[in-house]
């Protein structure tokens, strides 16, 4: 997974066909608990570019896009959001694929 080195750099991936946004950060209990599963997530959803984001170094990024728990997904396809799993609620692995199978739901 990349990680997102600027605010530039976000605007240019939510134009691509299928971004999937992991906001996220390092003290976080919670994401290091999804942690593990996320290679097997990505390799199960080729379709999607993941890109991870520190929550800590793009806070403005967050509050633009009212994500105000983390881990959260916002998934991007052509410069239109079109789908998000936002909350401050530990997520299970089968919460994450049910949303990546359908985001817009």
């Given at each position: 997974?990349?990680?997102?080195?600027?605010?530039?750099?976000?605007?240019?991936?939510?134009?691509?066909?299928?971004?999937?946004?992991?906001?996220?950060?390092?003290?976080?209990?919670?994401?290091?608990?999804?942690?593990?599963?996320?290679?097997?997530?990505?390799?199960?959803?080729?379709?999607?570019?993941?890109?991870?984001?520190?929550?800590?170094q793009f806070i403005d990024i967050c509050a633009?896009?009212?994500?105000?728990?983390?881990?959260?997904f916002l998934v991007y396809s052509n410069g239109?959001?079109?789908?998000?799993?936002?909350?401050?609620?530990?997520?299970?692995?089968?919460?994450?694929?049910?949303?990546?199978d359908h985001p817009g739901e």
């Amino acid at each position: 997974m990349q990680k997102l080195l600027s605010e530039e750099q976000f605007e240019n991936l939510k134009q691509g066909e299928r971004t999937v946004f992991l906001f996220s950060a390092d003290w976080c209990p919670d994401c290091r608990v999804i942690e593990p599963w996320l290679p097997g997530i990505e390799a199960d959803y080729p379709e999607y570019e993941f890109v991870y984001v520190d929550r800590d170094q793009f806070i403005d990024i967050c509050a633009a896009h009212d994500i105000f728990g983390i881990p959260s997904f916002l998934v991007y396809s052509n410069g239109k959001e079109a789908g998000r799993f936002v909350s401050k609620d530990r997520k299970t692995r089968e919460e994450i694929t049910a949303f990546l199978d359908h985001p817009g739901e």
